[in-house]
């Protein structure tokens, strides 16, 4: 196991506003504009002028069959996924979107209707429509860039489901989201539905003896990968055991934190109750080994929970601050004692093998150019993501 100190300062937010969007970056190549949005940057406009081949496919899956009525967004639309395909390249990179979620407790649905609307609805064009779409860090088309990935049939899952992708709501739940008509929190239904799609119909062959899959996910998308990744591995059963399945979690990390004095904002208990509660109130799903390994589930949404029962299932690559800006200091409040914080993380990640992580107040990378590139080389964040997709033997990158 390898350890390294490094000189670092994130090209990331600094969590310093209050946007509760979880992927903000400073850059407007990285910004939390929807991948819709007409940003500017080289990425879209390589993309707009070389046309199809670079665009991403909208995929909405209840659209194509009856079977995924189900994988919907919060206000019943049709969930959807950006895909992008390269049929002669046995590389897949799926990735989770990020962006917070609600509970009415801690996080208001009202409120998050406000902020950040496209999080709670489908893709805004049609199914099949050729996009621009998310183009950026671990999806760049760059081969300088993203040397590992350019080549690779790409997917962003779209994020709509307000529930860290976990949420099995099959009817509408009273929520100030919608106070008539309720939301579905339908998370983990939606990421099924897409594996079941880009089996089916996409060409994620399994018995493909080259098939190599990068599960992926940012921040809330991150939880949702880790959180689904055992589904994922039930539909690749041979890529799985032979190792070519493999889990990268961009801020995904959370430890049952119970410091009084810095709750989850807009509560006063621990952070074990707020997520419990939040569990129930999107009937939400965990990995199931380890929910069955516990007498209290919610142990499963804290890494030292779920992380020994996923790691003993696929590799795992964890990036995540140890004072990060969102899971500390935009739910715990402007004034978290970030010390305190960096302590308690320092003490839950002592187990995890492959480890990229700083002591920076910063949140998700892997979403944007300068992001995907932070660090020194030979261990800039991409680097380390290459050795790790390589086989490499395990490393800790601390900084």
């Not at 979403?367 to 490499?392: E, K």
Request: aromatic share 10%; glycine share 10%.
């Amino acid at each position: 196991m390898l350890v390294l100190g490094l000189a670092v300062t994130p090209a990331c937010s600094d969590g310093s506003d209050d946007d509760p969007s979880d992927g903000a970056q400073p850059d407007a190549a990285a910004s939390d504009a929807g991948p819709l949005e007409d940003a500017a940057g080289d990425a879209e406009a390589a993309a707009d002028a070389a046309g199809p081949a670079l665009r991403f496919e909208v995929v909405k899956p209840a659209e194509r069959d009856a079977r995924w009525a189900g994988a919907r967004c919060n206000d019943g639309t049709p969930f959807a996924a950006y895909v992008r395909l390269n049929p002669a390249s046995p590389i897949w990179v799926i990735n989770f979107e990020g962006g917070v979620g609600c509970d009415d407790n801690a996080l208001s649905c009202a409120q998050r209707l406000i902020d950040d609307p496209d999080l709670t609805t489908t893709i805004p064009v049609p199914d099949g429509t050729l996009v621009v779409g998310p183009g950026r860090g671990a999806l760049s088309r760059d081969p300088v860039s993203n040397p590992d990935f350019a080549g690779a049939n790409q997917v962003q899952a779209h994020y709509c489901s307000s529930d860290f992708w976990s949420g099995s709501t099959t009817t509408r739940r009273p929520t100030t989201g919608d106070p008539v008509r309720g939301w579905f929190f339908s998370g983990h239904s939606n990421a099924a539905a897409l594996i079941e799609l880009l089996r089916q119909r996409y060409g994620l062959d399994d018995s493909r003896p080259d098939l190599r899959v990068l599960l992926m996910g940012n921040s809330a998308g991150a939880h949702g990968a880790h959180f689904n990744a055992r589904m994922v591995a039930t539909h690749l059963p041979r890529t799985t055991a032979a190792g070519r399945l493999r889990l990268f979690l961009d801020a995904g990390w959370m430890f049952d934190w119970a410091e009084p004095a810095y709750p989850i904002i807009n509560t006063t208990t621990t952070d074990r109750e707020v997520w419990r509660n939040a569990r129930n109130f999107w009937a939400s799903r965990l990995d199931p080994v380890c929910e069955a390994a516990v007498t209290d589930p919610i142990d499963c949404w804290f890494g030292l929970g779920w992380y020994p029962h996923i790691r003993a299932l696929m590799p795992v690559f964890l990036q995540q601050s140890r004072r990060d800006s969102r899971i500390g200091g935009f739910l715990h409040g402007p004034n978290l004692d970030y010390a305190l914080w960096q302590s308690a993380a320092d003490a839950s990640l002592v187990g995890v093998d492959w480890l990229w992580s700083g002591a920076n107040v910063y949140h998700v990378l892997s979403i944007s150019d300068p992001g995907w590139h932070t660090g020194v080389a030979p261990n800039t964040l991409q680097q380390a993501v290459g050795r790790f997709w390589a086989g490499g033997a395990p490393e800790r990158i601390l900084f």
